[in-house]
Each structure stands twice: as structure tokens, then as C-alpha cells.
């Protein structure tokens, strides 16, 4: 054989290796918008377009980001304790995180969604909720603070929560692992069929003072309740739950929940049953015990009580109530379009998106298409009979869809990592996206809105993977910013995010900015241990209790210098900030205290609990760089062996020495 | 037999010797949650590459679990590879043409054999579905190809021989190479009545 032989031998080899390849397809790659950079961009100064509220997930918190930019402003401490910002720490904010297990330092804040007003968010509030020990909270969007926790009876696990009715008349929250209802509960597991129910309950929301109060709870069959959306427009007066474990399985979920080809969205006439609540036909339950705790702006504390008391409707004892629709596969999102008239089914195993139709629901009803059998009770709408349409091979995984202002549709999808676009009426995949990676919620500004504002779309992205610089085996969960304005939705940003975000909102900047407190008016302080002034500053023994009347303002604690201190005395610092000046915090810590430092906003007064373990001089000083002379602003504290007879002492400056 | 064919033959046995070593197929998986791919290597006498995480995302599925104690090839395999590596040896020292003829068809008969069993290898698991399995898509089996790229569900599998597959491969052409030279000459031989032998 010649060379030219063995070249052609070689030649044909090689060709048929390469041709092995290129049946291969390619990955989409990384497809960033050209100019992404420039329409991300805000110059320094300038502000962005949107609030962006992302749940912080298993860190128990909620974030605050800037939209386009991705900019984090604050982490909002919620569930969880923040020794950064005294949250929980604090004698002040140590009731809020109270439940009737007693003090929970953490939490798994799983969604957020806003306070509305004829369906629009009206920059009030936004209501978060906690997964594992069942509560609702509400953010005050004036101050970015916690103002109220209340903790949920008969649930475990509030998952299928804070969603809010269209005037946030009431905020839902729905167990996920039906349990037995409480003081019924030490029951054999296996007999899960027979003992464990559901519970959905129904969270009054105060107009004016956004106070939480739990009108009355439904009961129903133990089903677990994933997501849900309240009717808007014309299918107000409605709520659609997606319901999974239709089953009720009660161990290896992974395999026993996944059994039924469909499983159910709930449809529950909530008008209806506010009536028969107001009317007297639900029965009281005296065996719960739930907390309920508020932060009051002006005493600048929580209150922490237990109440043992809500009222409950057993959903199958009438039959108006409740309704269910079955949908393919383990359900997460159910999700009501812009006009109310679509529910919006995401499979999480499924195949197919159904969408069903309010108005052919409302006919199936009143014609009693119903199945043959009822599911424990509650009459199942023939599928066929509520459903407007299937989107066919939109991907795989579909879990949650919102709605821009133009009647499409974005889905994410969790198994096959995209964001599909497609139109509500026609049912037609328009454009998908992939995610960077393994997307769960996605979030449309205003997408659950009866107008959405549209423009961005986010993506929140369970696996990061190779997308950032490495941090060891722990790596952030992301947000992925797309412009949807044009018939391509667009990649424009990734940016990390803090815990994992479930789910998000975000709000017009100008809705909420103007309004944004500067200052706590320190004559509004209604603090039973506020400092009015630095004269007033002092410290006085109550027998082994010891209050410290403190005060801050540039640069310079008052008082500085204590004495007298004894072992075995619990030491509180109260101390007020007096600066009425905006971006003006002082921050205050003790060397060894079992504890985490103050942060004292301008106006407030806070509390720190220290109990000395030794005798000796203790520094304190302010933690918060106020001023050019913030090093200096420090002080001792002197602590003696019990019984000592150095008296109580304590002044700033040479000047005023007191006794 | 032409002495380079001889030297063709020891060249294949020893690298038949080095097949034994080295990974034969490979069957690489792509997801975007796996933008740095999951690969399963076969090799003669085992499994390697990302067998755990294969076997953690295929229960999803229902999918038996991959391991290689379940197959009697990984005990047989290296033996079969090193008989033919000495086969190779021992036709390219005797030298007789007709040994050649011998094992190419052993040969070949062994690559089609080891490709029936690689399919039905490959259907079973993809189609052998644990009715329990939390997915379940109708008329959906994941089976993975032969040869080539397929997509199952959100992953996309491209299977292909590896190193030791390619020269399993190169082995079989330089044989048949051989055997159709030794063919060749053999007819001109018995045309010219000479013996080159």
C-alpha cells in the first residue's frame, strides 16, 4: 500500500470520528443581548426602575434588590434571626419571633407577595410566609421592617402562602404536610387517610393599620396545598389552590404522591364562605394556641401574644364551597391571568400546561358536570368541561406562569432550565429561553397584577454551577433578568441572590421611594425606657437589675463611664439615638456579651441584654461608623465581685460627674 | 504472508493488549443542569465516569441501577480480548494465510456479537421501567443509541466508542486489510503459479 493510500485510509477515519460529532447538537450557549450591558447600567447616583422584593428562602429573609441593575439594597430580616441588625437580639425585637413553641430563631421564608387595592399593589405592605413553623408576616414598605408575625394553628408546614385576595381583604395560608388538627394529633402516621387534614386559612388583613387577624380556617381532606392565586376581575371572589398528594400518601412521597395521573386544583368560593363565617355556621376551635405578634413604630417594640381561638368550616359540610378541577401531575403553580378568566395549571411532572377557563368553570357548576365520584366529599369538575386549552410540548417541568400586559404567558420550567413564552388565548409557544439553571419561580413585574407593568421579566434559578467565580461546594442561588418588551424575551443579567429565592415582586420605584421613612420622630418615642436628652442619660439599679439610660449622637456615648456593676446583676442598655439626621445610625456592642451588637436607628431606642461573666473593665463602643470621631465614640463599663461597695457611677466627660 | 502483515498483525495484538486497559465505549449525557456533561465509560471488565449520579437521576425514571456485578461481560471480556491479543500473535508467527482467513471471521464475528449484546444491553434499561416511578411519560423509553445522539427527555445522550473502542475498531480494518491483501496475493499467486511464501 502507498502513501497516498495510507493518507486516504487515515483521512476517511478521521471523517467519520468528526462525523460522529457534529450529530451532535449544540448547547443555546450564551446568548446575552449585545447592549445588555448598556440597558442594565445605572450610572452611579442614579436609581433603578423597580423595587425588586425576593424571598431569601431557607435564610429566613427577604431581599431587596434594584431592577434592571441587580444591585442588592437591603436584606430585610423577617423569620430568622439578624445579628447585624439586632433582629432578635434586641430585648425589642425578641417577641416578634415568638410562636407557641417558644422562641424560633429561623425560618424558611418562602414567598412574597404585595398588599393590593383593586388589584394593583398599592406599595403598603408586602406579606411573606414561613414554611416550617407555619406563620404569615407583613413588611412595612414605609420603614423595610417586620411589623407583624402571626403564626398559623392546624397547619404544618405553610407553604401554599402569603397570597392575597384583590383588595388583600385576606392573605391565604394553606398547609403543605396536612397533619392531624391540633390537640388531635398523637395519632399512628399510617392512619393518614383516616386523621390528617388540610387547612386553608383565611388571614383578615386591616385596611388602614394592615393588622393580621384569622377570620376562619377551611378544613378539607388531607390534601398538600402547593400554590395559589386569587381571582382578580372577573373571577374575583375566587381562589385557586393547586392541590398535590391526591394520593395522601404519608411516606416516600417522592413515589407515592406521584401516582395519580392528575391531581386537582381547588377552586373555593371565598365569598361564599366569608358569608357562612359571618353568618354564624363555622365552629369555634378552642384547642389551638398560635402567636400573634406586633411591632408598634412608636414604642419601637413587639408584643408577643397567644391566642386560642379560630373558628373553622369543614369545606365538605357544604356544598357551594369548593370545587375541584383535576389538573396533570403533582401541580405547583395555579395561576389567574391578567382579566381573571384564565387558571393556569403547572404540572411539575406534567407535559402539558392546561389552562382552564373561569367562565367554563362557572357553567360546569351550575350544570353539575361534575365526575361520578366525589373526592372525599368535594365535587370534581369534569376536566374537559373547565379546561380552555392545553399548550402542547411547552417543556418539561412547567412549575410556575405570569402574565405580561400584552395576553402572554411566561411558564418556568424547572427540568428542561427555560422560560417559555406563549399567548393565553391561542395557546401558541411563542419564544423559550433557556436558564442558567434549573429555573423555579419566575417573576413578571407585576405579573400577578390586573395590569402588569411588564418590561422585565426575572428568573430565579435553583443551580449556579459554573455561572460564578467558585466558593467552595456552597454556591448562590441566582436571578436572571430578561426585557421582555420585545417578541424575544432577552438575557440580559445574572445576579446572585441570598438564601434561594422562591418568589419575588417588584414594584415601580415611584410608587414607594417618596414615601420611604428618613427618621423616627424622636418626640413621637413612646419607649417605656427612652432617654429624652442627654441629662437624662443615667443608670439605675432595680436589685440585681441594672438599667443603663443611654444615649448616641456624634461622636460620644452617654453616659461613658459606669461603675458599680456587680457579678451576678443583668445589665440592660437602653439606649436611644438621638440623631434626627437621615443615613444616621449609631450601632452599640459590649465585649463578651452573649449577644449580637445593637443598630439604633435615628429617634429609637433599643435594648441589650448583657450578663457580665466575670469581673474587670468592659469596652463598649458604637459599631456603625457615624463620623470622623466614631472611633472615639466608645466608653468602659467597670464590674466588681458581688457585693462590692463601689457604688452605681457613671458620666461623660469631666464636667459631669454623677452619683 | 507478507512480513509487513505480520508486523501489522503484532502491532494489533498489541494494542488488542492495550484495549483491555482502556475504555471502549462511552456514553456522554448533556442537561442544562449539567453544563459540564455526566459520561459513562465502559470499559472491558467495568463501569466508570459518573455512575453515581447516572444511577441517582435515573430513578426518576424508574431505571434499573447500573452496576457492574450485574454483568457477566465485565468477567469474560478481558479474557476474550486477550485471547485474541495472543491470537493475533500466533497467526502473525506461524504466518500461514489460511490462520489469517481464521481470524478475521473470529474477529468479526466477535464485533457483531459484542454489539448485539451492547443493544440489547442498552434496551433493557431503557425499556425494563419501574411502574412505581415518580415519571412516568407514555410510550416514553430512554433507551440510549447505539451509536450516535438521541434526547431523552431533558437529557441528550451521545453515545460513542472511546479509546479502546476506536482501536478495537482500527484493529478490525488493519485485520481486514490483511486478510484481503493475503486474499489478493493469494489469487495472484495462484494466476502466476509462483509462491512468494
Keep these: ?659 | 504472508m507478507t512480513s509487513a502483515n505480520r508486523i501489522i498483525l503484532i502491532v494489533c495484538s498489541l494494542a488488542l493488549a492495550a484495549v483491555i486497559f482502556l475504555p471502549i465505549w462511552r456514553i456522554e449525557l448533556d442537561a442544562a443542569q449539567y453544563p459540564e456533561g455526566l459520561e459513562l465509560k465502559i470499559y472491558s471488565n467495568k463501569l466508570a465516569g459518573n455512575v453515581e449520579i447516572i444511577n441517582g437521576l435515573n430513578h426518576y425514571i424508574g431505571m434499573k441501577t447500573l452496576h457492574a456485578d450485574d454483568f457477566i461481560e465485565f468477567t469474560v471480556l478481558p479474557y476474550i480480548i486477550g485471547f485474541f491479543a495472543l491470537s493475533f500473535l500466533a497467526v502473525a508467527i506461524s504466518g500461514k494465510r489460511k490462520w489469517v482467513y481464521v481470524l478475521f471471521a473470529a474477529f468479526l464475528l466477535f464485533g457483531i456479537v459484542a454489539m448485539v449484546d451492547f443493544y440489547r444491553w442498552l434496551y433493557d434499561y431503557g425499556h425494563d421501567l419501574d411502574p412505581n416511578a415518580p415519571i412516568i411519560v407514555p410510550g416514553m423509553a430512554y433507551q440510549p443509541p447505539l451509536i450516535g445522539f438521541k434526547q431523552l427527555l431533558n437529557f441528550g445522550a451521545f453515545s460513542i466508542p472511546d479509546i479502546g473502542g476506536w482501536t478495537f475498531i482500527a484493529v478490525g480494518v488493519l485485520l481486514a486489510y490483511c486478510t484481503a491483501r493475503e486474499i489478493w496475493l493469494s489469487k495472484k499467486n495462484t494466476s502466476n503459479e509462483k509462491h512468494q511464501f
Design chain 1, 1 to 659: 500500500m502507498k502513501l497516498k493510500q495510507y493518507l486516504v485510509l487515515s483521512l476517511a477515519a478521521a471523517t467519520m470520528a468528526t462525523s460522529f460529532q457534529a450529530c451532535r447538537p449544540k448547547g443555546a450557549g450564551n446568548a446575552v443581548t449585545g447592549d445588555a450591558a448598556q440597558r442594565t447600567y445605572i450610572p452611579p447616583g442614579q436609581y433603578d426602575e423597580f423595587y425588586n422584593f425576593v424571598s431569601g428562602g431557607f435564610s429566613g429573609q427577604m431581599s431587596v434588590y434594584g431592577l434592571p441593575s441587580g444591585r442588592l439594597f437591603r436584606v430585610i430580616p423577617v423569620f430568622s434571626v439578624d445579628p447585624e441588625k439586632g433582629w432578635g437580639f434586641s430585648e425589642e425585637t425578641k417577641p416578634m419571633l415568638q410562636t407557641s413553641h417558644g422562641f424560633v430563631p429561623w425560618d424558611d421564608l418562602h414567598h412574597i407577595e404585595s398588599s393590593f387595592t383593586d388589584g394593583m399593589p398599592d406599595g403598603k405592605w408586602m406579606f411573606a410566609n414561613s414554611n416550617n413553623t407555619p406563620r404569615l408576616a407583613r413588611i412595612n414598605l414605609q420603614t423595610f421592617r417586620t411589623d407583624e408575625i402571626i403564626e398559623i394553628p392546624n397547619t404544618g408546614g405553610n407553604h401554599c402562602s402569603p397570597f392575597t385576595t384583590e383588595n388583600s381583604e385576606y392573605v391565604i395560608a394553606a398547609t403543605r404536610f396536612s397533619v392531624p388538627p391540633d390537640g388531635e394529633g398523637d395519632v399512628a402516621i399510617d392512619s393518614y387517610k383516616e386523621n390528617f387534614k388540610g387547612h386553608i386559612s383565611f388571614v383578615s388583613v386591616d385596611k388602614e393599620s394592615g393588622e393580621f387577624d384569622i377570620a376562619f380556617q377551611l378544613k378539607t381532606p388531607g390534601l398538600n396545598f402547593d400554590l395559589s392565586s386569587a381571582g382578580k376581575g372577573v373571577s374575583n371572589g375566587w381562589l385557586f389552590i393547586s392541590c398535590y398528594n391526591s394520593e395522601q400518601a404519608h411516606t416516600l412521597l417522592e413515589v407515592n404522591a406521584s401516582k395519580n395521573d392528575k391531581d386537582f386544583i381547588m377552586a373555593i368560593n371565598w365569598k361564599k364562605a366569608e358569608e357562612y363565617f359571618k353568618a354564624g355556621r363555622g365552629k369555634k376551635q378552642t384547642n389551638v394556641r398560635y402567636a400573634h405578634n406586633k411591632w408598634d413604630e412608636h414604642t419601637h417594640s413587639a408584643t408577643h401574644e397567644i391566642k386560642t381561638e379560630v373558628t373553622v368550616l369543614d369545606i365538605t359540610e357544604f356544598e357551594d364551597l369548593a370545587y375541584l378541577i383535576p389538573c396533570p401531575k403533582s401541580p405547583h403553580g395555579a395561576d389567574v391571568s391578567p382579566t381573571g378568566e384564565y387558571i393556569v395549571g403547572s404540572g411539575k411532572l406534567a407535559a402539558l400546561i392546561p389552562v382552564f377557563s373561569f367562565e367554563k368553570l362557572q357553567n360546569a357548576i351550575s350544570n353539575s358536570d361534575f365526575e361520578s365520584e366525589r373526592y372525599d366529599g368535594i365535587p370534581v369538575v369534569k376536566y374537559e368541561s373547565a379546561l380552555h386549552g392545553e399548550v402542547e410540548k411547552p417543556g418539561l417541568g412547567p412549575l410556575h406562569t405570569e402574565f405580561d400586559e400584552k395576553g402572554n404567558a411566561y411558564t418556568s420550567f424547572f427540568v428542561s432550565s427555560e422560560v417559555v413564552k406563549w399567548n393565553i388565548e391561542t395557546l401558541e409557544v411563542l419564544d423559550r429561553q433557556p436558564t442558567y439553571y434549573s429555573v423555579g419561580h419566575l417573576m413578571v413585574a407585576g405579573g400577578n397584577s390586573k395590569n402588569p407593568y411588564g418590561k422585565y421579566l426575572v428568573a430565579y434559578n435553583k443551580i449556579t454551577k459554573d455561572r460564578f467565580l467558585p466558593t467552595g461546594p456552597e454556591l448562590c442561588h441566582s436571578a436572571q433578568l430578561f426585557d421582555i418588551s420585545g417578541d424575544k424575551m432577552e438575557l440580559l443579567l445574572d445576579f446572585p441572590t441570598i438564601g434561594e429565592p422562591h418568589y419575588a415582586q417588584a414594584l415601580p420605584a415611584n410608587l414607594l421611594m417618596d414615601k420611604s421613612l428618613q427618621i423616627y420622630d424622636i418626640n413621637a418615642n413612646k419607649h417605656p425606657y427612652k432617654t429624652n436628652g442627654e441629662a437624662e442619660a443615667k443608670v439605675v439599679r432595680e436589685g440585681n437589675i441594672v438599667r443603663v439610660y443611654m444615649t448616641t449622637i456624634r461622636s460620644h456615648i452617654t453616659p461613658d463611664v459606669i461603675e458599680g456593676i456587680q457579678m451576678g446583676d443583668e445589665v440592660y442598655f437602653h439606649v436611644t439615638n438621638l440623631e434626627q439626621d437621615w443615613d444616621m445610625p449609631h450601632g452599640f456592642a459590649i465585649k463578651g456579651a452573649n449577644n449580637s451588637e445593637l443598630l439604633i436607628m435615628p429617634g429609637e431606642t433599643t435594648t441589650l441584654k448583657w450578663v457580665p461573666d466575670r469581673t474587670g473593665i468592659f469596652p463598649f463602643y458604637c459599631t456603625d461608623f457615624c463620623s470622623a470621631l466614631h472611633q472615639e465614640m466608645s466608653g468602659y463599663v467597670r464590674v466588681s465581685p458581688k457585693g462590692s461597695s463601689t457604688p452605681i457611677k457613671y458620666y461623660t466627660g469631666e464636667s459631669k460627674p454623677t452619683t
